[in-house]
């Protein structure tokens, strides 16, 4: 079993950053892939940055990439998502998202996750 707990959600304004962080528990295996994923009301839910735990390997979405970066510190069992240069069309809920399995060459991607955290909420204005 595998519990995830987010936090760092917040309000910022436009331009500004975020960083979230999800503390893990559990069975190391089981959270070879890890990742933040994260859903706006009216819109589906959309994985954002994946990592494969081992590797390194990483995945982030076009909406993204060269603001976003995906980390984890193995000695805190925490992963994290720091976000740049927000914008108001990140505002959504952000969830931790985990599962085994994966490849160390090809990583993670954004589909299959099984264990989830609670979600933080980020809220950017204009």
């Known amino acids: 079993q595998v519990q995830l707990v987010e936090s760092g959600g917040g309000s910022v304004q436009a331009g500004g950053s975020l960083r979230l962080s999800c503390a893990a528990s559990?069975?190391?295996?089981?959270?070879?892939?890890m990742g933040w994923f994260r859903q706006a009301p009216g819109k589906e839910r959309e994985g954002v940055a994946t990592?494969?735990?081992?590797?390194?390997?990483?995945y982030y979405a076009d909406s993204v990439k060269g603001r976003f970066t995906i980390s984890r510190d193995i000695t805190k069992n925490t992963l994290y998502l720091q976000m740049n240069s927000l914008k108001p069309e990140d505002t959504a809920t952000y969830f931790c998202?985990?599962?085994?399995?994966?490849?160390?060459?090809?990583?993670?991607?954004?589909?299959?996750?099984?264990?989830w955290g609670q979600g933080t909420q980020v809220t950017i204005s204009s």
């Open positions: 998202a985990a599962k085994p399995g994966g490849s160390e060459y090809l990583g993670c991607g954004v589909d299959g996750y099984n264990y």
């Open positions: 559990g069975s190391t295996y089981s959270r070879r892939c």
């Open positions: 990592i494969h735990t081992s590797s390194l390997r990483t």
